[in-house]
């Protein structure tokens, strides 16, 4: 019934996310938390695979890993003097936060175990869903579509905006 | 032994769980913004990871669309939060969130 | 249910086990090999040269919009190549939409091209002034 291969890579990559995912929250420096989240979005795209989503797999290689992370390097080196060590961030109210982390964690995990209803259905998804996207995308979420592209041309704007923005006034003359 | 080795529904779920707890570990307790920003990011994949599970195991397209729009999302969310974190780091020479608690300079 | 991967999702897993396999290289090296450090050790090689300052300088605010733009365009492909795929059956119903989607989306290139975010900052020349040609400095700023 169950494929070992399937099951072992299967664990490979949930065992890389979640530990990953711990070592970008508890790492105090924020450079290898950085490149832990690189792994992270590696293995979640992986999962993504598991679950048919091979577009969205890739979707998420190339906006998580090709910008967002890129974004958030280029974040690090603006905003810290790496020279120094002030890389190192401290830890905020650290009790209240592994209280709330045991408390949310056992709430969802109760809460999915402990539910019946997640009968599979007959009709899973299989296969490649990239056509389905793309019909899906010019028929039911034709709106949504567009209201993307508008949502990017907000946030390019005024992102550049911000970035362009200088309290010195020597950028632009 | 059947329920480890036959995935199923609940390791997606349990594996989604763990990472929103981490991530909103992360936007609690750490100082440095750009770190509670990857909190953020770890929240928004928790959450893409259950559209996906849910959409798989019930075969629509709902929760795979709404994903892709999750990701859309999450790119312009991170470029306008992190311009924002810079002009912060003009401004104060810090990008300590507990610090920063004046609206002018 | 059946347990079997789509076809292209059996060549990611397999790209994706290659990243994790010479990461784990890697980590294993870390993890095994003895670390002794010393100022020579991990002094910067370069060429010989003796090496002045840190590589970790601090980058000019023009990469951030460079980058930016990229992730906007980036994400623009994401939606257009499921697009692509389906054009054929849709029409022109899938052409004017495409259109209005990649149009509006131009108009912050056009924006950040006007606003000269796609001019990289050149460092203000520092020639030698002649005194044969003084005029040729002030035409070639643009704002």
């Given at each position: 019934m169950s494929n070992p291969t399937y099951t072992a890579i299967f664990y490979l990559f949930a065992a890389i996310t979640v530990f990953s995912a711990a070592f970008v929250v508890f790492s105090r420096n924020v450079i290898y938390s950085a490149f832990s989240l690189l792994f992270t979005f590696f293995g979640i795209a992986a999962l993504y695979v598991f679950l048919s989503a091979d577009f969205i797999a890739v979707t998420q290689v190339v906006v998580?890993?090709?910008g967002i992370l890129v974004l958030l390097l280029f974040g690090v080196m603006f905003t810290?003097?790496?020279?120094?060590?002030?890389l190192k961030t401290d830890v905020l109210h650290a009790i209240p936060g592994t209280f709330l982390f045991l408390g949310i964690l056992a709430a969802l995990l109760f809460t999915f175990y402990t539910t019946n209803g997640w009968m599979p259905s007959d009709t899973q998804l299989q296969g490649s869903v990239v056509e389905r996207i793309g019909f899906e995308t010019m028929s039911r979420y034709v709106l949504p579509f567009e209201m993307a592209s508008i949502l990017l041309l907000a946030a390019l704007i005024g992102a550049a905006f911000l970035a362009r923005y200088d309290n010195g006034g020597t950028n632009e003359h | 032994m059947e329920q480890l080795t036959t995935i199923g529904i609940n390791h997606y779920l349990t594996i989604s769980a763990i990472l929103f707890a981490l991530g909103l570990y992360a936007v609690m307790t750490r100082k440095n913004a750009i770190v509670v920003l990857m909190g953020v990011e770890l929240i928004l994949n928790a959450a893409n990871i259950n559209f996906l599970a849910f959409s798989h195991y019930n075969g629509g397209m709902e929760g795979v669309m709404f994903s892709l729009f999750v990701i859309v999302l999450a790119a312009a969310e991170a470029a306008v939060a992190l311009a924002i974190i810079i002009n912060i780091y003009k401004i104060f020479k810090s990008v300590d969130v507990s610090s920063i608690d004046s609206m002018k300079e | 249910m059946d347990q079997t991967l789509s076809e292209f999702g059996n060549v990611f897993v397999f790209f994706l086990l290659g990243v994790v396999f010479v990461a784990g290289g890697y980590l294993t090296a870390r993890m095994l090999r003895p670390s002794r450090p010393n100022p020579v050790k991990t002094s910067t090689y370069e060429c010989g040269e003796e090496a002045v300052g840190s590589a970790w300088v601090k980058f000019n605010i023009r990469f951030y919009v460079v980058a930016l733009i990229f992730i906007i365009f980036d994400v623009e492909v994401v939606f257009l190549f499921p697009w692509a795929t389906v054009f054929r059956q849709l029409g022109s119903f899938a052409l004017v939409e495409a259109l209005v989607f990649a149009g509006i989306l131009i108009l912050g290139l056009v924006y950040a091209w006007v606003k000269g975010d796609l001019d990289w900052v050149r460092p203000t020349p520092s020639v030698p002034k002649m005194p044969e040609m003084p005029a040729s400095k002030s035409t070639s700023q643009r704002d």
């Open positions: 998580y890993v090709g810290n003097n790496i020279m120094d060590t002030d | - | -």
